[in-house]
């Protein structure tokens, strides 16, 4: 068995140089979810159920559509660094990137759809 240092078993495997902005950026997002999913829930409950043209005319108004927008924003930003984090952790490799670029890409979709749809339904 040989003897390695403890800075001899780290080289080469790298420096985490971006962990910091990781951390913060999840803990922001999460803080401000705290704050837009209630006001999403006030804002989107009152008119769940209603007719069509009803909900068209609520989402015209420009803090229903902002809320529900900044939302769908936020949630999958959260949910691109949450995803990617659980990869990282649990797949190595080529899969590793592969899966980290795939979630990225369905999370920009996603949330890309969804503000097509509000902006739809708000103009």
């Known amino acids: 068995m040989r003897y390695l240092t403890d800075r001899k078993r780290a ?15 999840m803990k922001v997002s999460s803080v401000a979810l705290l704050i837009l999913v209630p006001l999403f829930i006030f804002t989107f409950g009152p008119i769940l159920g209603q007719p069509f043209d009803v909900v068209l005319d609520y989402y015209a108004q420009p803090f229903p559509a902002i809320v529900a927008a900044l939302t ?12 990617q984090v659980l990869i990282e952790d649990y797949v190595h490799g080529t899969m590793e990137k592969v899966l980290i670029i795939l ?3 369905l999370s920009y979709g996603a949330a890309a759809a969804g503000l097509f749809a509000i902006a739809r339904i708000a103009l």
Do not use: I, R
Request: aromatic share 14%.
């Open 11 to 25: 080289t080469g495997l790298g420096s985490a140089k971006s962990g910091t902005a990781h951390f913060w950026s």
């Open 103 to 105: 979630v990225t890409c």
């Open 72 to 83: 769908l924003l936020v949630g999958f930003k959260h949910f691109a660094e949450g995803a």
